[in-house]
C-alpha cells in the first residue's frame, strides 16, 4: 500500500459527459501528479500540482483541469469526455517539487470506461 | 528530448530462470534520475528503485539487482531464479532535474511471464 487513495476505482459513464477524480497524497507529501495509462499512448503525464499551485503540465487536453485543495487532497475534472478518454487515471505523489529527488508513489488508479 | 525505450514488449520465462529486462534512455540534462516501477495484474504501479545519475553503482536487493551503464545509457533489471509472482509489467522511466521535466517519462513497458 503507497499511501496514496483514489476514488472512485471504477467509472463508467457516456460521451458528452462529466466525471471528477479524485486523490488524496502520502501524508506529508506536497506534490501530486496525475498520469493517464491507454493502451495506444502508455504511461503518460498529464500535470503536477505542487502545494495548491500548478507546477507543470504535460499532455493535457483543454477539456481536462485539475486543482488541488488547501488539504492538499487533489481533483481530476474531465468534461465532454469522448471514446478515446477511456484509460487508467493514476495519481502519484512526492515530498516536494520532483525532479527526481524525491520519488513518486502511485495510487491504485481510477479506470474510466466511456460509452 | 527525454525518451525512453523497453525494446522488449513481452518476456516468457519458465520459474527460476534468470531474466533481464532492458532499458534504454535520451536526455539533455546533466542531471537525471531513473526509476523502475512494477505493475502487476492488479494494476497497481509499485515502486522499485530509483538511481540518480551520479551514481553508477550496481544494485542488488534480494533477488532483484539493477545496472546502470552512463556510457550506453541503459539502467536494466535482473531478477534471478524469478518466481510466478514476478509476472507483471516493468516500467522504466526517467526524470530530469534541470530541463523543466520533472514528472516522469515511462518506456512502453515489458510484460514478464514467469510460467510454474
Keep these: 500500500d503507497s499511501g496514496v487513495t483514489q476514488t472512485p476505482k471504477h467509472l463508467i459513464t457516456a460521451t458528452g459527459q462529466r466525471v471528477t477524480l479524485r486523490c488524496s497524497p502520502r501524508s506529508g507529501d506536497l506534490s501530486v501528479y496525475w498520469y493517464q495509462q491507454s493502451l495506444d499512448q502508455g504511461l503518460q503525464f498529464l500535470i503536477q500540482y505542487y502545494n495548491g499551485e500548478e507546477r507543470a503540465k504535460g499532455n493535457i487536453l483543454e477539456r481536462f483541469s485539475a486543482q488541488q485543495f488547501p488539504d492538499l487532497h487533489s481533483e481530476l475534472n474531465l468534461s465532454s469526455l469522448e471514446l478515446g478518454d477511456s484509460a487508467l487515471y493514476f495519481c502519484a505523489s512526492s515530498e516536494s517539487t520532483g525532479g527526481g529527488t524525491d520519488t513518486q508513489y502511485f495510487g491504485p488508479g481510477t479506470r474510466l470506461t466511456v460509452l | ?116
Design chain 2, 1 to 116: 528530448a527525454q525518451k525512453v525505450t523497453q525494446a522488449q514488449t513481452e518476456i516468457s520465462v519458465v520459474e527460476k530462470e534468470d531474466v533481464t529486462l532492458d532499458c534504454v534512455y535520451e536526455t539533455r540534462d546533466t542531471t537525471y534520475y531513473l526509476f523502475w516501477y512494477k505493475q502487476p495484474p492488479s494494476g497497481e504501479l509499485v515502486f522499485l528503485i530509483r538511481r540518480n545519475s551520479f551514481d553508477e553503482q550496481n544494485e542488488i536487493s534480494g533477488r532483484y539487482s539493477w545496472n546502470f551503464q552512463k556510457s550506453t545509457s541503459s539502467f536494466n533489471f535482473t531478477i534471478t531464479a524469478s518466481q510466478v509472482v514476478d509476472s507483471a509489467v516493468y516500467f522504466c522511466a526517467l526524470s530530469e532535474r534541470y530541463t523543466g521535466r520533472r514528472a516522469l517519462t515511462f518506456g512502453s513497458g515489458t510484460r514478464l511471464q514467469v510460467q510454474p
